[in-house]
């Protein structure tokens, strides 16, 4: 097929310097960190709404589908192209912090904009998004978060990003710029209210860009606590420490709670140099002299190797406004802990963790170079040990298939606000990279590894395995972020939303060309 018609025409209309068609372009375009699709005809990084605008309708107008690509650091295919004629929107170009709001407490920014640079914005004004972002918050991008559901630092107490974004501004297929929220409005205001009237922003959160492109977005503010505190506990079983987990998320104890399996928690020990970077930040972090010193005394106390082995960590962040509040909280979550069977033990990746926040995309890669993939179920408190079971019932029966072909399996479990319990199983293995596995990392820590032949066998053992877990979690009525084309959202709807959400999606997009596909929606 030839591209040439659409080449020129992007060319004219925002710029042959913005548009790419190399090699390399095209097959990072193609893949996240698990998913490969086929390769689009061009790539477009525009700077602004204008720019994306005109290069949606000129493709769309052409009969090419459009596909938003932000960080890339999904692993479920979310905008990998179904088909080649298709372009890729590089929202990396829209970086910009627009505006932040002291006296109104928000934020607004391009949607190409990371977790990190909103971070590193807000904490010299001494504030902070209430949900921080997300375990990949270097490198990924506010449109793709909310498209995507993005969590973790912060959600155990604030939700996700969708919870707190106030209003977005989005390219629709023909090119129509459409705001939500109060800039909505004739005669537009500051971003402050959410839903006057229907909450047409709900609508184009957690949607994988079916319905448009994110351009902008607005998010509420709030002052960073001025004390933190943090506590790690060792479970012998992933029972044991969920209940733990869900009654601390009850009691609204952390911002963040989360379980670690045993090889993770043992994947955190650490040579010399490394603790020593660490420290530095730990101590950067504190907030005073006295209290960094109580801090690196408390990381040299724990070290790395502080987790009985075979043991299931849990690791919780506490924060308040004062060191009494927060010692209040500390204090009831070691008595739920504890009560629940776990034996306390020192808090070094909890503090750590915050103390090098978005420090880098390395852990796209596993600890020894190899590859991995997650899926998520989101369910109810107390649903958890129902799914933890069901899961291990699932798993069991492929033991021996999974050693012969050296796939591994750990398990991650969070809290999402305080009625929300996430559970997060990923498949290790060896592998080929793909092209984000080299982008990513750090130059120094790529070159740490020899990069794994291919592995055939391993992996199409890993998507079977993926397919029968996504269809446990269907099976169990639970939810799951990160949607993309893996999880089959639109099939898992009774008629009446789903009719409600085709006819929304025929509406603003006619010719089915945003994003196809994608949640289940051609």
């Avoid at 914005?121 to 949900?131: S, T």
């Avoid at 023909?174 to 939500?180: E, I, K, P, S, V």
């Avoid at 959160?205 to 079916?210: P, Y």
Wanted: hydrophobic share 45%; with cysteine.
């Amino acid at each position: 097929m030839s591209h040439a018609e659409l080449l020129d025409a992007l060319a004219a209309a925002v710029g042959a310097d913005a548009i790419r068609t190399d090699e390399a372009a095209l097959d990072l375009a193609a893949s996240d960190v698990h998913v490969t699709g086929h390769r689009p005809a061009a790539v477009a990084r525009p700077h602004d709404a204008a720019g994306v605008a005109a290069a949606v309708s000129t493709a769309t107008a052409l009969g090419y589908a459009v596909l938003p690509r932000g960080g890339g650091l999904s692993y479920t295919g979310g905008y990998a192209p179904p088909a080649a004629k298709a372009i890729t929107i590089d929202m990396r170009g829209m970086d910009r912090i627009l505006d932040i709001s002291e006296e109104d407490m928000t934020i607004t920014v391009q949607a190409g904009v990371t977790w990190k640079q909103i971070n590193d914005a807000l904490k010299p004004r001494g504030l902070r998004l209430p949900f921080i972002g997300t375990f990949s918050g270097a490198g990924a991008t506010v449109g793709g978060g909310l498209g995507q559901g993005a969590l973790f630092f912060g959600s155990a107490r604030y939700g996700s990003a969708a919870e707190n974004v106030l209003g977005i501004e989005i390219v629709l297929a023909d090119g129509t710029l459409l705001q939500t929220g109060q800039r909505a409005l004739a005669r537009a205001s500051r971003p402050i209210l959410r839903t006057f009237g229907p909450d047409t922003t709900g609508l184009f959160t957690h949607d994988g860009g079916m319905f448009g492109i994110k351009t902008e977005a607005s998010f509420r503010l709030i002052r960073a606590p001025a004390e933190q505190g943090y506590a790690s506990f060792a479970f012998a079983s992933l029972e044991e420490a969920a209940d733990a987990l869900c009654e601390i998320a009850r009691a609204d104890l952390a911002e963040e709670v989360y379980i670690l399996d045993p090889s993770v928690a043992g994947a955190v020990h650490t040579d010399t140099v490394t603790m020593a970077k660490t420290a530095v930040s730990v101590a950067r972090d504190a907030g005073g002299a006295i209290k960094a010193v109580k801090a690196l005394a408390s990381l040299g106390k724990g070290g790395t190797r502080f987790i009985p082995e075979g043991h299931f960590s849990l690791h919780l962040c506490a924060a308040g406004r004062c060191a009494a509040a927060v010692a209040a909280d500390l204090e009831e979550a070691h008595r739920i802990a504890t009560h629940a069977g776990g034996q306390p033990v020192a808090p070094t990746i909890p503090r750590v963790a915050r103390a090098e926040l978005f420090a880098n995309l390395n852990g796209v890669l596993g600890p020894t170079g190899g590859r991995w993939a997650a899926l998520n179920a989101k369910v109810a408190h107390s649903d958890a040990r129902r799914l933890i079971a069901a899961f291990d019932a699932m798993i069991a029966p492929h033991a021996e298939e999974m050693a012969r072909h050296g796939v591994t399996f750990t398990r991650l479990v969070s809290a999402l606000a305080n009625h929300c319990f996430s559970f997060e199983p990923v498949f290790h293995w060896r592998d080929t990279w793909l092209p984000l596995h080299r982008e990513a990392p750090e130059p120094e820590h790529l070159a740490g590894f020899v990069e794994p032949s291919s592995n055939l066998g391993a992996r199409a053992l890993v998507d079977r395995l993926r397919a029968e877990t996504v269809e446990l979690f269907r099976s169990l009525g639970a939810a799951s972020n990160q949607i993309g084309r893996t999880y089959p959202f639109r099939a898992a709807l009774s008629p009446a939303p789903d009719q409600f959400l085709s006819a929304i999606k025929a509406a603003l997009d006619p010719r089915g060309l945003m994003n196809p596909g994608v949640l289940g929606f051609a």
